[in-house]
């Protein structure tokens, strides 16, 4: 008698094993005392949906408004159609108040500042993030280098990495709510005297040992990866001898993220707010080598060095062990909707939220598996989705209870939210387009591109109700469709000649027909309640409560072992298992044959058809994990994070190529990881390792 047992719900048959196992691990709430779950799956959803829902009651929202808006949160998460990020399904109605998965602090160069942004400062605010389920970044690069002079103490600096240590052993120190371990990461700039060192942090002997709390990224700009081309030398700069704030400065200028006609729209409203006069000489935009000149002659310049060395070190600690990564500084800021705010110079622990200091962003991701009806996309229930999903995440940002007021401050100046995506891989096997085609690039594209726009017409629908976020300014905001790269330029860059079919092209004319000029317009006329409103996460955890596959991720096996905090599973995947079943092989010798390499590329017992739509991210080349990635960030105003997986045997070559390729794709940030390059992976292929 299901139907008399109060608080069960049949939705709660859509989750898998995993997924209970999982909610049951770390997300129902128990009571503190007895340890007795308090809560099921469903009322879980329904604590996140009325606590953020009630948010509404603040904008004068009536009481049944408020109720119906419950309801539609509840609905969109308990069918799995969409979920927000972990703080928010944890935390939402407890006493932890964290709901936001990403944070960037900033770190000066000095122990502590009046301001609370010194080193310790630092280290005291990820404390209290991590505490609460957040993931944190930092930029070290304004760190003195090590062996530089310490003036009040007369002493010698030990340098960005030493500090870098401290943060992960606390780091390993504080559990999240007794739940899981904090995450970070690390960036360091290319000109930093100490870059040689943070490369090397993590590689060699110290793969398994060293900063295990971290992924590190260096930030490389476009005249360093041009270095590299041309095999040029480029200086490192000590960041204690040129005020950094003028050295960024300059270097922005030079490198055109403002440029003349924004910085003069600047300087102009500046002067006109404070009643001076103008001095367009101000606004001159200097090149690189002016810039390196007034270096020169702050005596900041440490070293020349040769950005072709530099960057196979780079290239050898990515292929050894999975780190550094690279972020692009310039296409990171280049891209930013509010890049009149300042600069961009670090991003989160997985790199999909490029933060201003202090900001924070919570996210929420789009199941895409469950919008695939009778073979075809239901675009307007996606639409649907997208709407309220938006909406929730904007309410998370008032509801959210922040820990620091400079966080709060931050987040609430800009209200940036991300909405992502996941389950894509298992939408295309349901479509049957293979992951590694152009067809699947090209839905990718689409998808991003109707996701944006959606999210970006809600945003601007939240605003005439709510109000634009605090630092909208309609002329300076940078609408980033106009820095999209068209789908067949991704292509051309590539060197791919395929097109996408007739098929594909079908599938998603709709979103030929979105009116981003009318966007902007209506931007324009009634203004937008989010800097940002997408952004691609990797979705760890929630897919496995969706019980999909993650993020724009392609299979990552067709079973295999999954270590988790709370075990081990031995996972086969369903929509595998339909297919053997439709071709009459799912017999225990088949899938346990199948199951020892986890993948069926080179299996000539196996249909053709079935090989070709299950392929597993080692079978992926390179280039399509790329593909997908680029497709993704050209209608994405944060980052798309995403791993470009190899299989062991590649070379460092492959690495190097998949980096260059990266940055000429317009991706914000990149990462590998070869397959066995370390001791401690989550998941393992097939049974056997
Ligand atoms: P989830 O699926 O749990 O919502 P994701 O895997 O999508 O999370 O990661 C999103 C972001 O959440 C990460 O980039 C990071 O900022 C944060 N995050 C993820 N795992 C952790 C962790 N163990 N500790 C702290 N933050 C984390």
Partial sequence: GKGNWKGFDERDLLLTYNALKVLEARYLLKDPNTLRYIETPQMMFRRVAKHLANVERQYGRSESEVKQLEEKFYKIMSELKFLPNTPTLMNSGT??????????????????????????DALRAMAVVHQQGGGTGFDFSELRPKGDIVASTAGVASGPVSFMRIFDVSTDVVKQGGKRRGANMGVMHVWHPDIEEFIKSKTGQLKDTQ?????????????????????????????????????????????????????????LSELEEKGGTVDLAES???????????????????????????????VKGAWDSGDPGLLFIDTINRRHPVWYLGKINAT?????????????????????????????????????????AVRLLDNVIDANRYPLKQIEEATKKTRKVGLGVMGLARMLI???????????????????????????????????????????????????????????????????????????????????KLDFDKLKEDRIKYGLRNATVVSVAPTGTISI???????????????????????????IDPLFLDYLRKYELDNPEVVKKIAETGMIGDNPFMPKSMRKVFRTAHEVSPEYHLLHQAAWQQWNDSGTSKTINLRSEEPPETVERVYMLAWKLGIKGVTVYRDKSKSQQVIYFGIKK
């Avoid at 360093?224 to 001898?241: C, H, S, T, W, Y």
């Avoid at 605090?470 to 590539?494: G, H, N, Q, T």
């Avoid at 999909?548 to 988790?564: D, G, K, M, Y």
């Fill in 95 to 120: 006493r932890l108040g964290i709901l936001s998965a990403c944070f960037v602090i900033p770190v000066r160069d000095s122990m502590i500042t009046p301001n609370g942004e010194g080193i310790y």
């Fill in 211 to 267: 900063l295990q709390n971290f992924n590190i990224s260096v930030g490389v700009y476009d005249y360093f990866m041009q270095a590299v081309e041309r095999g040029d030398v480029v200086p490192l700069i000590n960041p204690r001898k040129t005020k950094i704030a003028d050295w960024d400065y300059y270097m922005s200028k030079a490198r055109g993220y403002m440029n003349e006609e924004w910085i003069q729209e600047v300087i």
């Fill in 284 to 314: 001159k935009i200097i090149t690189i080598d002016e810039a390196l000149v007034i270096a020169e002659k702050e005596n900041a310049i440490t070293q020349w060095v040769n950005a072709r060395n530099l960057f196979d070190e780079i």
């Fill in 348 to 388: 989160n622990p997985c790199g999909e939220e490029p933060l201003l200091p202090w900001e924070s962003c919570n996210l929420g991701s789009i199941n895409l598996e469950k919008f695939v009806v009778d073979g075809k996309i239901d675009w307007d229930g996606l639409a649907e989705t997208i709407r309220y």
């Fill in 430 to 512: 349901k479509l049957g387009i293979p992951y590694d085609s152009v067809d699947a690039v090209y839905l990718s594209y689409q998808l991003a591109k109707f996701i944006y726009y959606h999210a970006f017409k809600e945003s601007i629908e939240i605003a005439k109700e709510k109000g634009s976020f605090p630092a909208y300014d309609a002329k300076l905001y940078k609408d980033i469709w106009e820095s999209a790269k068209d789908f067949y330029e991704i292509l051309e860059i590539m060197g791919i000649k395929d097109k996408p079919s007739d098929y594909v092209k079908k599938l998603t004319s709709i979103v030929d």
């Fill in 545 to 571: 409560i969706a019980g999909t596959s993650s993020s724009i991720e392609p299979l990552f096996a067709l079973a295999f072992i999954r270590n988790v905090a709370v075990g081990k599973f031995m996972e």
